[in-house]
Nanobody, 119 residues
Framework: VQLQASGGGLVQAGGSLRLSCAASGSIGSINYMAWYRQTPGKQRELVAALTSSGRTNYADSVKGRFTVSRDYANNTVYLQMNSLKPEDTAVYSC??????????????WGQGTLVTVSS
């Protein structure tokens, strides 16, 4: 199983970006997908999460600006980021809690994608 993230880049404050994370491999079902971010010297923090039932959870700092969604058919999770602020600058990583085709449950991380918001 692999998670492939994409969509990071440089954007001015107030702008938007959309991150994507596609899960591939021998996947049976996905329980939970999420986006985390980390900046140097700080702990990784949960940005947004989405359960298989469609429940969402957001960090207070991004509520009303970020939206997490999922393409169930393609095992892809998106993070639409609007009204970006310089403090959103971080490496964003996707995460999945899933059950493989062999019925083994596991946790997987994608590679990080850098989001830089200039003031």
């Amino acid at each position: 199983v692999q998670l492939q993230a994409s969509g990071g880049g440089l954007v001015q404050a107030g702008g938007s970006l959309r991150l994507s994370c596609a899960a591939s491999g021998s996947i049976g079902s996905i329980n939970y997908m999420a986006w985390y971010r980390q900046t140097p010297g700080k702990q990784r923090e949960l940005v947004a999460a989405l359960t298989s039932s469609g429940r969402t959870n957001y960090a207070d700092s991004v509520k009303g600006r970020f939206t997490v969604s999922r393409d169930y058919a393609n095992n892809t999770v998106y993070l639409q980021m609007n009204s970006l602020k310089p403090e959103d600058t971080a490496v964003y990583s996707c995460y999945a809690d899933l059950i493989r085709s062999d019925y083994v449950r596991g946790s997987y991380w994608g590679q990080g994608t850098l989001v830089t918001v200039s003031s």
